[in-house]
């Protein structure tokens, strides 16, 4: 009784490629600002259209308009005194820190996300020298989720893929990440971080509501 | 309805204002080109087995090598690469040959500082003023290069004497460190300024020798099982530990029904725990009871009379030293023969508080039950005349002829050992010249200017000042030292110490001045074995547990690699890591000391070694049995209460020839008191290990830094328990929160020491780190730190 006009995983490349540029590009939001990444985001970025839909996008769209060398080097300090050090971190990257009583690192959340790695074939790789659940490992495994289901053809492979980002999402990230957010916010006047910060935190949560919705339409189908 | 339609209904209707499609079109573009943010999810490449929580624990059994006396046994559990919880030795206590190894709240803590965000992770080189705490990551390739070639450059330019490896104390109790790796570098290339001494015992390792001819004054635990009355004497086991086995030993003689005094300014842990009788008494002015109980003793004839004609220098005017007036006798200074003064209970009295009539009891009760054991506790000699409360208390028991006896106690420094392993990574200095650890500023700034006089050793001169500091796992830099403010002006100034290395776990205080700073290992990521120390019959073993985080290194191997630079890492290393280095003790522990000990796979296994003696080992027993065969190592071959030796260093006053009470500057006799009222002590917090720790959350929930006030002072100030208050000097001022208890003698103020140092933007402490408020002014004899001799006013903030 199949009627198609196009196969409906043709129909959603669109949407898990957005998305996997999306994560992507939140990634290089909290790259070590380099030359070479901030150039990434410049050319990463429909300004006009982000800054219409959040106000991070429009901090940032500031941001990259006014980039010197002299500010870039300043983004350089501030990203070492936020998420390197030494010493104490103004909004240390690793989910354990906000979920653990005692804010600690490698904490029972880092074991979680390492199970998730492992089930799809990945590890860190620096697993065991340094936690697996720093933001920029969850992100990238979050756009290489979207890219796998990019390449599903299989309806129950889609959903299945799909739900273990609504997991991953509803277990991990969006529990930590506000956390995170707001210590970015609070701890930091670059325009930079504090646009990131915003955009990650909303498109998150954005992006899990969207994922349910489609979940609800991909199993009535 | 078409999927397609449905879907689009979807994502259109169902988001309001923020749709997915604008959402999508703000990022039109493919974002990774070029190879922009490594991908560190990897292929796991054939690893089937997933990572799940049912895996089993491996166990470890690790120790810490810091410097706690004590040395405990750290089980940690391994799981999947991360310790995922540690816990303690779980041997029985009942036989007290094999006493349980536990940690304390401190080692509950040890996985919280493994895995502590704040971890120093990375090399980093300074890009800031130095001390502004500005840093910028860096590789080790360059931090390598950097240290080796300044090392070199300071070298050639200024002489090996410019370049110190400063007093540090983290990682000190083990076989290697980074403070033993850096000296063996500098030895390589040239050599380096010695420090000698500690500020632990300072003032006591310098006086205690022209007593006894050694600090080896202390007998083996056992032996207080037969003691029946004990003064611990400015001594806080329970808080600062000492050595792990300890307290089970007092516990079992209080079984045996021995007698406990604790004196001290301050109602401590111990003295709730084993104290028959707490007696308070004011800071700097311990031989002044001292000397009273002496006048009650020897007034009241209980004095051992045959003892101290027969083993002692200097009692009466019968036993001095050829060429010196009988009235400079002991007997004839407690008399007041000679100034009048007779050292009366009632005089003590006005000077200690303590009053005169419980100095009686205390030296009647002292001197009639025998064996007795007076244990002095350091604190009470990092003060001013700090050389006198050590000899002074060394002079209680000899009157009482309580040395060389089971169950007695020489007291003085009372170091104890008779269980050692072998330490197969050394280095010869071809330096000779040392200072005193405590006055390596005194070094930084007028080095060339130092004699003899300052304890200037190996050289009438040094050639330079120091220029160079290598500051490994330590936090004598800033933090530990006195005199917080003088010490970070002197380092600020880039042109005096030209090149700061440090290592450590954590931004401490001191770190904020490195030049170069290295992220080092915890006793997790590393191998070693653990020693307590000098105290204690056990050694513990300190297996590595997991790979070391992030960019952390052991210093060891870290200083081979600036040796290669060098050219001598062959020498450096011998071919060695630090694993064959464990190996090596062990296996030539076993041969050479001790055939009882373990193999390596044993010890490891086991954890712990316990030495075993059929006897207690009594400090001086064969002096005492055979003086002719076995003479103390003094001048004149016995037990010195009058030193022919300080007396010839003719500053009498200072440096009296036999232990005397000395009013201390900033003591409560001191004219000063009039602007700054109150005594400030500190002493060893249970929450930390000197100042390691500090940072640590969960030990600060345990014991808050806080200062302690007597209740009544506190009344009188309207000041009320939690208040914040500020304290201060003319050295400097700092904010701490008060706890108002009886607990701490009247006129005293008490800060635990070791808070990190931590100042706001006027470079005010807020933290209560007690070095802000201490001097530099060092001890006339030992030149030792007197940390615990201070005046202070205390204001409500």
């Known amino acids: 009784m199949t009627k198609t006009t196009e196969p409906l995983h043709i129909q959603l490349q669109s949407f898990f490629l957005a998305r996997k540029n999306f994560y992507q590009l939140l990634n290089l939001l909290f790259l070590p600002p380099t030359n070479k990444v901030l150039a990434g985001i410049r050319s990463s970025i429909n300004f006009h259209e982000l800054e219409e839909v959040h106000e991070g996008g429009e901090i940032l769209q500031h941001f990259i308009g006014h980039l010197s060398n002299e500010q870039i080097n300043m983004e350089k300090e501030e990203y070492q005194r936020l998420f390197i050090g030494p010493g104490p971190l103004a909004a240390p990257p690793w989910e354990s820190y906000y979920r653990s009583k005692d804010q600690l690192l490698f904490e029972e959340w880092m074991y979680q996300v390492r199970e998730q790695y492992h089930r799809y074939g990945l590890k860190y790789v620096k697993e065991n020298n340094e936690p697996d659940d720093h933001l920029l490992l969850e992100l990238e495994f979050m756009s290489f989720l979207a890219n796998l289901n990019m390449q599903e053809s299989n309806h129950e492979r889609i959903l299945e893929l799909i739900s273990s980002q609504i997991s991953f999402l509803e277990k991990h990230l969006t529990i930590w990440i506000p956390f995170f957010c707001e210590r970015v916010i609070e701890n930091t006047e670059s325009q930079l971080y504090l646009g990131a910060a915003m955009l990650l935190e909303d498109f998150l949560s954005f992006d899990l509501t969207t994922l349910i919705e489609l979940r609800e339409v991909l199993t009535d189908v | ?797």
Request: charged letters at 25%.
């Open chain 2, 1 to 797: 309805m078409s999927e397609k339609n449905h879907l689009m209904t979807l994502l259109t209707n169902k988001m309001q204002r923020r749709t997915f499609l604008k959402w999508s079109g703000a990022i039109g573009i493919p974002v990774i080109a070029g190879g922009i943010g490594t991908k560190m999810l990897v292929d796991r490449k054939g690893e089937q087995k997933v990572v799940n929580a049912k895996e089993k624990e491996k166990i470890f059994s690790t120790c810490s090598i810091n410097n706690c006396g004590g040395r405990c046994v750290i089980k940690a559990h391994v799981k999947d690469g991360v310790v995922v919880r540690v816990s303690t030795d779980s041997q029985e206590s009942g036989d007290l040959s094999t006493p349980p190894l536990r940690a304390c709240v401190r080692g509950r803590n040890y996985r919280s500082m493994l895995y502590h965000p704040d971890r120093l992770k990375y090399p980093m080189k300074r890009i800031g003023k130095r001390g502004e705490g500005k840093f910028k990551r860096i590789s080790w390739e360059e931090a390598i290069e950097t240290i080796a070639s300044e090392v070199k450059r300071i070298g050639d330019q200024y002489g090996p004497e410019s370049r110190y490896v400063n007093y540090a104390s983290g990682q000190s109790w083990g076989l290697h460190g980074g403070k033993n790796a850096a000296r063996k570098l500098l030895s390589l290339t040239g050599g380096f300024l010695n420090y000698r001494n500690d500020y632990s015992s300072g003032a006591g390792n310098v006086a205690t020798p022209y007593t006894y001819g050694t600090n080896n004054s202390g007998s083996s635990f056992d032996s207080l099982l037969h003691s029946k009355y004990f003064i611990l004497w400015g001594q806080n086991p329970s808080e600062m530990i000492f050595s792990t086995p300890y307290r089970e030993y007092l516990m079992q003689a209080k079984k045996n029904g021995a007698k406990i005094i604790v004196i001290d300014p301050r109602y401590t842990d111990t003295a709730v725990a084993f104290a028959d009788e707490w007696i308070p008494i004011l800071p700097t002015t311990d031989n002044a009871m001292m000397d009273a109980m002496g006048y009650v003793i020897i007034t009241e004839n209980l004095h051992d009379q045959a003892f101290l004609d027969k083993y002692c220098i200097g009692f009466d005017g019968d036993h001095m030293p050829d060429g010196i007036p009988k009235q400079e006798s002991l007997k004839s200074y407690l008399l007041g023969e000679k100034d009048g003064v007779a050292k009366t209970p009632e005089w003590a009295e006005e000077i200690c508080r303590v009053p005169a009539d419980k100095i009686r009891e205390i030296a009647r009760e002292y001197a009639k039950t025998k064996p007795a054991a007076l244990i002095q506790g350091w604190a009470a000699q990092r003060q001013a005349y700090g050389e006198q409360f050590m000899r002074g208390g060394a002079q209680l028991a000899c009157l009482t002829g309580n040395v060389g006896k089971l169950g007695g106690w020489a007291a003085g420094t009372g170091y104890w050992s008779r269980s050692d392993i072998v330490y197969p990574f050394s280095y010869k200095n071809p330096v000779k010249a040392s200072i005193p650890c405590f006055l390596w500023t005194k070094a930084v700034e007028y080095g060339v200017e130092m004699t003899p006089a300052d304890g200037l050793e190996g050289t009438e001169k040094l050639t330079t000042n120091i220029k160079c500091i290598f500051n490994m796992a330590g936090n004598m830099l800033i933090n530990q030292h006195s005199d917080i403010n003088k010490t970070v002006k002197l380092l600020e100034d880039e042109s005096k110490v030209e090149f700061i290395v440090v290592s450590d776990l954590f931004m401490t205080p001191s770190a904020k001045f490195a030049d170069i700073l290295l992220p080092g290992t915890t006793f997790f990521e590393r191998y070693d074995i653990g020693v307590p120390w000098c105290f204690g019959d056990y050694v513990v073993f300190g297996d590595k547990t997991i790979d070391p985080l992030y960019e952390c290194r052991d210093e060891y191997d870290v200083f081979a690699e600036v040796a290669e630079k060098l050219g001598v890492k062959d020498k450096f290393t011998e071919g060695k890591t630090i694993l064959d280095l464990v190996k090596e003790s062990v296996e030539r522990t076993k041969k050479e000391l001790d055939p009882n000990f373990p193999t390596f796979d044993e010890f490891r296994k086991k954890g712990v070694y316990h030495f075993k003696y059929d006897t207690p080992l009594i400090g001086f027993k064969d002096q005492i049995d055979d003086l002719e065969n076995h003479p103390f190592e003094t001048p004149s071959g016995k037990i010195e209460l009058f030193s022919k030796a300080l007396w010839e260093m003719n500053k009498h006053d200072e440096i009296p020839a036999i232990a005397k009470y000395i009013p201390a500057w900033e003591g409560p006799e001191d004219p000063l008191k009039e602007t700054f009222p109150f005594q400030l002590i500190s002493w060893h917090y249970k929450r930390r290990c000197h100042s390691t720790y500090d940072n640590q959350p969960w030990l600060e929930e345990a014991a808050k830094q806080e200062m302690w006030v007597n209740t009544k002072d506190a009344e009188k100030r309207g000041i009320n328990n939690g208040d914040r208050v500020q304290v201060q000097n003319e050295r400097g001022s700092l904010f701490i929160d008060v706890k108002v208890t009886p607990r701490i003698a009247p006129g005293v103020v008490g800060i635990p020491q070791g808070a990190w140092y931590s100042p706001d933007k006027e470079g005010v402490d807020q933290r209560g780190s007690v070095n802000v408020l201490t001097s530099q002014r060092p001890t006339p004899l030992a030149k030792a730190n007197p940390q615990l001799t201070n005046l202070v006013e205390v204001k409500k903030a």
